[in-house]
């Protein structure tokens, strides 16, 4: 996945860490968490990094909501 393939963004770019947590609320509805983080990147490098992610989860019968965050050292 890019973080975006037309204007630049700010998104992380020489990406050092990404945590994933994935939770289950009352009405038992399923999300998973995603937080890339990064240096941000100057000038041409803004959005320029392409990153993907890969997540072990049990099967789960029903949608899970996706929040990506970006994080900035």
Known sequence: MK???GNPIDSPVNIRKMAQNLSK???????LQVTV???KGSGLEQGGEWFGFTSLV????GEVK???KYEFD
């Open 25 to 31: 609320d009352a009405s038992g509805d399923y999300q």
């Open 66 to 68: 996706l929040e990506m």
């Open 58 to 61: 049990p099967k789960i019968q």
């Open 37 to 39: 983080t990064g240096r």
């Open 3 to 5: 973080a975006d393939s």
